[in-house]
Every structure is written in structure tokens, then in C-alpha cells.
């Protein structure tokens, strides 16, 4: 079980925040917060001594809650926004399995406040089996034939009657699974590589399979086809009834935060 030390305040009656510092002894005296560790005195609340630093060591403050409007319905978490003097990292996750993350670098600031679109955790191909639910995921058919000749421009044809409509586009993970089953069987996608080329009148994708973690389907086997849309671009947002989300805060000077907002809209199946 973590350590960790709880501040009470007889203000509010109650308990406002945690700290991840362990001291040894601590006590008040003269409007001072004074506490021991390792046979030292340190003195607390000094302006000389820079924020979320104990005892020589900085730790990223860090502040946790729940978006949980409308809790019945499923729901896509667009955005965060911080009304806020400073940008925080944000790390949230759903109980649909999205999991959301965004670094303070990715924020603007807009009429004061900070706002930023949602990412996903896992946005490095291949996505997780977490993820094959989501909207980013959709299927286009059996191929017709697969040349490798060029790995970089690996060529996939369809035949008639697969159609390859106007949503695929270049930058796009094409994934495939070998000798698929029917449901109830289980399907695990696999990474060939990412869409270079399209031509929607001939059926055909290329895709570049020289990419990291790409590997080549099968020769001469039967191959269902997917393609995943690109998670950081599309800005698909986290899916789920709820979000939990984790703030965190590099900043070593005071730093003020108001309220966290979530651009959230329903989901339709």
C-alpha cells in the first residue's frame, strides 16, 4: 500500500488534500508548518523553496476526478478544457476500456481558459483489442489478390462488389486477419502497415509494410481486411458512460485551477 500523508483542515472540517511526502515528525508553531525526516528540520509553506518540492526532491501535483453527467448513456469525451493559469497533462480512462491522454504541450490557450481534444493512450499502431470496438476501427472485405513485390508499396485488390468508400485515407493503419471465423469465434487483428496510396476505382489500396511493427500477411491466405483510423488526428475522443481523469502539474511556482470541462456527446450505436 502507497504512503501517503493527509492534511486536515479545521477550516472546512475536513480532509482537502494528500501529499506523497513521508516526513518522520510534524508540528506547528508560530503560524509555521514545521516537520523531521531523516534527523533534519525542514520548514513547510516557504516562498523561498520551489512548489511540490519536500526534502529535496519535486513530484508532479496531481489532482483526480470523474465526468459522470448522464451516467446511463454511452458518451464520447471530446475535449478537456482547464480554467486554469497553466496547462496540465491530463490521463483519463473509460469503463469501455478508452483511455485518453493529452500533454500539456497539446493545449491552447482560448479566452483564458486551456483547451485541448482528447487523445488516445494508444495512438503508436497496433492498436489493442480495446480498441476494436471503436469507431476508428471498420472493416472492408477479402482481398482479391495481395502483391508484395514492393514491401513499401504493397498492393491490395478487392473484388467487385467491395467497395472501398470515401472514409479510408492515406496516414491510416490497414490491419488484416488470416483465415477469419465466423462469430462466435474470436478475430485478432494484426499490423500489416499504413495506407500510401488509394484508388477507388480499381479497388485497390497500397500500403507501405516497411513501418514499424508491421507484419505481412500470409502468402496465399484467405485475409479479411480492416483499416484503423488515425486516433491523434481524428480526434475520436474517449468512449465510455464515465471518464476518471488524472490532472498533473509540472510547474515548480503557484499555479491556480478553477474548474475542468469535457465537450461530451451522446453516442449512437
Request: net charge negative.
Amino acid at each position: 500500500m502507497a504512503f501517503q500523508t493527509i492534511s486536515y483542515s479545521e477550516t472546512v472540517k475536513g480532509f482537502p488534500s494528500f501529499y506523497s511526502y513521508e516526513p518522520d515528525w510534524m508540528i506547528g508553531m508560530n503560524n509555521y508548518f514545521y516537520s523531521f525526516k531523516g534527523g533534519n528540520l525542514w520548514r513547510h509553506n516557504s516562498s523561498a523553496v520551489n512548489r511540490c518540492t519536500f526534502y529535496g526532491f519535486f513530484a508532479n501535483a496531481t489532482i483526480s476526478s470523474t465526468f459522470n453527467q448522464s451516467p446511463l448513456e454511452s458518451k464520447l469525451f471530446k475535449t478537456i478544457n482547464l480554467e486554469s493559469d497553466a496547462a496540465w497533462g491530463f490521463v483519463g480512462t473509460t469503463d469501455m476500456g478508452a483511455a485518453g491522454l493529452t500533454n500539456s504541450a497539446e493545449f491552447i490557450q482560448k479566452e483564458g481558459a486551456w483547451y485541448a481534444h482528447i487523445n488516445f493512450f494508444n495512438s503508436s499502431p497496433p492498436v489493442g483489442t480495446g480498441q476494436y470496438p471503436l469507431r476508428l476501427t471498420n472493416g472492408i472485405g477479402n482481398s482479391d489478390n495481395v502483391d508484395a513485390t514492393a514491401p513499401a508499396a504493397t498492393i491490395i485488390t478487392f473484388p467487385a462488389g467491395v467497395e472501398i468508400n470515401s472514409i479510408p485515407s492515406v496516414g491510416d493503419g490497414v490491419y488484416y486477419v488470416a483465415n477469419p471465423v465466423a462469430p462466435p469465434g474470436v478475430n485478432n487483428l494484426e499490423y500489416m502497415g499504413n495506407i500510401v496510396g488509394i484508388n477507388r476505382g480499381t479497388r485497390q489500396l497500397t500500403v507501405d509494410m516497411t513501418v514499424p511493427n508491421a507484419v505481412p500477411p500470409p502468402a496465399a491466405t484467405n485475409c479479411f481486411f480492416n483499416y484503423v483510423k488515425n486516433p491523434v488526428a481524428e480526434s475520436y475522443g474517449a468512449l465510455g458512460h464515465y471518464l476518471n481523469f488524472t490532472l498533473s502539474n509540472t510547474n515548480t511556482t503557484a499555479v491556480e485551477l478553477f474548474a475542468v470541462e469535457s465537450q461530451v456527446m451522446k453516442s449512437y450505436p
